[in-house]
């Protein structure tokens, strides 16, 4: 089992920034790609970012790309996001998660492929 625990969420005004962090117990020696999904109220939970075990391979969502970036430290096991230029539509709770794999170039997209999940933080941005 791993948990997994956010931190660094908040309200924060629009064009402002954010950094995410997930920190990850347990069995943390197993292999695991990590990777951020978000919820708005009334919507399903979408796919926002995740990197390989290597750190190398990052991948994100189209409405990501040029404003947040994923990172990891194996050492500290613990994964970021730093979400910049954030605007209204981006308030939602975030969810950290992670996924065992195999290869370590993998990085997730898709939610059910998540194998376990943190208990989400709330990111607010106002107008």
């Known amino acids: 089992q791993v948990q997994l625990v956010e931190s660094g969420g908040g309200l924060v005004q629009a064009g402002g920034s954010l950094r995410l962090s997930c920190d990850a117990s347990?069995?943390?020696?197993?292999?695991?790609?990590m990777g951020w999904f978000r919820q708005a109220p009334g919507k399903e939970r979408e796919f926002i970012a995740s990197?390989?075990?290597?750190?190398?391979?990052?991948r994100y969502a189209d409405s990501a790309k040029g404003r947040f970036t994923i990172s990891r430290d194996n050492a500290k096991n613990t994964v970021y996001l730093q979400m910049n230029s954030l605007e209204p539509p981006d308030t939602a709770v975030y969810y950290c998660?992670?996924?065992?794999?195999?290869?370590?170039?993998?990085?997730?997209?898709?939610?059910?492929?998540?194998?376990?999940w943190g208990q989400g933080i709330q990111v607010t941005v106002s107008s």
């Open positions: 998660a992670a996924k065992t794999t195999i290869g370590s170039a993998y990085a997730p997209v898709d939610l059910r492929e998540i194998n376990y």
């Open positions: 347990g069995r943390t020696r197993s292999n695991y790609a």
């Open positions: 990197i390989a075990r290597n750190g190398l391979t990052t």
